[in-house]
């Protein structure tokens, strides 16, 4: 990175020559990148299936349970079997986007959605249903994880933060559409409403598929297979500015291990393109830095899933029942406003990000979790010893979940994604994403699978504390270990990263030197107009 502070001297050496003083005013924010845009809700749209596969199987179980007659440990597998299936996906599509490229990773993920859908659509019995549901989580893991890395190559520095946060809006999308799904089909005939139900997920598999073709391959992807000349074509569209533009092809270039010299359109590269010797460096022998930035993203990725979301998200209907709600069109219509609640509040998210910086979100977010999670647990444990119908419980109830749900989606569920993808090198970013996808899914996937088994041995409120405790911890872990990102390159991240507890120093290192680059830059401009 020393490089880098020479490189802006001369780009900015160069751009003086010819310039007014008004030249030097103070740049205005950067327009929002159109191009980058569309790139990015295109990559993140994959994952809406992801969304929709979680969303529709909360409301579609209780129709397969009757249908299949399975009793609550089957329940249990077949719902958090998805996640567990996103291991496979996830780790294959580290190595297999280093190999074919990001943009053909996405339209594989949209082709075994497609067959998952399908699967579960016509399964006759449970264990052709089980087999459906494996298909699609490994789609589901091929997804996630590509979606994160290609939106984080193409984006500006500017606005990564809410370019990359489009990844957890199309999923919240999909759980919405798959709850309104649930509430449509549920009229049908038991036996048709389930199937329609996860069978309606293979038509936007289709459209997406052949969508994607349209996008261009990341650039850093075409810098590692040396194809200079395209990848700079692609930078120079999605970036803020030529300058940037520039600077970031020379940094993708050094990590790469390119000199810098070459400047051909095509030039040739060591084979060491496709996740060779990756794991080596991530877990058998990591830099301090490394190290950092692994223990960061495990935590963050742990606690996102282990503080309960996924038990609301998938078990809200049986939640409700619990608070009192008995009739099952209502059930449904109250995980609708689950959904739509998330779905609203990630929006919200995306356009705070790159403002207001991921730390100061991520902290308000679990703060609000904790609190949240403590008012439904004790609500539930009113509810359960209380053998009167309590309306301000239920309310109280309904209420928290919804303001858990708000809480958890504008902070702890699009920073994990956003972060995740932005502050891993060039070199194990793909195989780095897999494994963080792979401890947020299993970690998912073990709340899934035991939700009904833990609160049928502690009962219910004792589960919503204990997720409140671990949010809690978390919140503890943000706090010390995690820095903030907001505006850094990609190729900056390494800098800031080295120390778990005493990062703050290099932080302030860091501003205090791009302050002085900045100063100097204009002390500059101004000799230079004084001369003229």
Request: charged residues 15%; contains cysteine.
């Amino acid at each position: 990175m020393a490089g880098l502070g020479v490189e802006n001297t001369v780009v900015s050496a160069q751009l003086i020559d010819n310039k007014t003083l008004a030249d030097f005013e103070p740049a205005n924010k950067p327009k929002r990148n159109m191009f980058a845009f569309a790139c990015a809700v295109l990559a993140s749209l994959t994952t809406i299936l992801l969304g929709y596969d979680i969303g529709v199987m909360s409301g579609a179980i209780i129709f397969i349970k009757k249908d299949l007659k399975i009793n609550d440990v089957q329940v249990e597998i077949l719902v958090g079997i998805l996640n567990l299936c996103c291991l496979v996906g996830s780790f294959a599509a580290g190595r297999t986007s280093d190999w074919i490229g990001r943009r053909y990773t996405i339209v594989l993920a949209n082709a075994i959605f497609f067959v998952g859908a399908l699967l579960m659509a016509f399964a006759t019995n449970y264990a052709l249903l089980m087999f459906g549901r494996f298909i699609g989580g490994i789609g589901a893991g091929f997804a996630i994880m590509i979606a994160l890395v290609y939106t984080a190559e193409l984006s500006p520095a500017s606005s990564r933060g809410f370019l990359t946060s489009f990844t957890e809006v199309s999923i919240n999308g999909g759980i919405l559409l798959g709850y309104v799904s649930n509430y449509a089909f549920s009229k049908l005939p038991m036996n048709l409403g389930w199937r329609f139900m996860l069978g309606v997920g293979a038509i936007p598999s289709v459209f997406l598929g052949v969508g994607v073709l349209a996008m261009p391959e990341s650039p850093r992807w075409l810098v590692m297979q040396g194809r200079l000349g395209e990848a700079k074509r692609v930078l120079d569209k999605s970036l803020d500015s030529k300058e940037e533009a520039q600077l970031r092809l020379n940094d993708i270039k050094e990590a790469v291990g390119i000199p810098a010299s070459s400047t051909d359109d095509v030039v040739q590269v060591q084979k060491q393109s496709h996740g060779e010797g990756v794991w080596r460096e991530l877990l058998v022998y990591p830099t301090p830095a490394i190290r950092h930035v692994l223990i960061c993203i495990i935590g963050i990725q742990f606690f996102q899933q282990s503080s309960g979301i996924e038990a609301v998200v998938l078990y809200s209907p049986r939640i409700f029942e619990k608070a009192g709600i008995t009739s099952s069109n209502d059930k449904l219509l109250a995980t609708v406003a689950v959904g739509f609640v998330k779905t609203i509040f990630i929006l919200v998210a995306t356009f705070l990000l790159d403002r207001i910086g991921r730390r100061p979100l991520l902290l308000s977010s679990v703060g609000g979790m904790v609190a949240s999670l403590a008012a439904i647990a004790f609500s539930l444990t009113i509810i359960d010893h209380s053998e009167e119908k309590l309306v301000w419980a239920i309310g109280l109830c309904i209420t928290m979940v919804l303001a858990f749900v708000a809480f958890f989606s504008i902070g702890m569920g699009p920073i994990a994604g956003v972060y995740t993808s932005e502050i891993f090198p060039l070199r194990l970013r793909a195989q780095g994403v897999s494994m963080a996808v792979a401890v947020n899914r299993v970690t998912s996937g073990v709340t899934a699978m035991t939700f009904i088994s833990l609160y049928n041995a502690i009962t219910i409120g004792g589960a919503f504390f204990l997720f409140a405790g671990i949010a809690a911890m978390g919140w503890v872990f943000f706090y010390t270990c995690v820095p903030e990102t907001r505006g850094k390159t990609l190729e900056e991240m390494e800098g800031l990263f080295g120390k778990l507890v005493g990062w703050r120093e290099e932080a302030k290192k860091m501003k205090s030197t791009v302050m002085e680059e900045e100063s100097r830059q204009v002390q500059l401009g101004n000799t230079t107009s004084d001369c003229r």
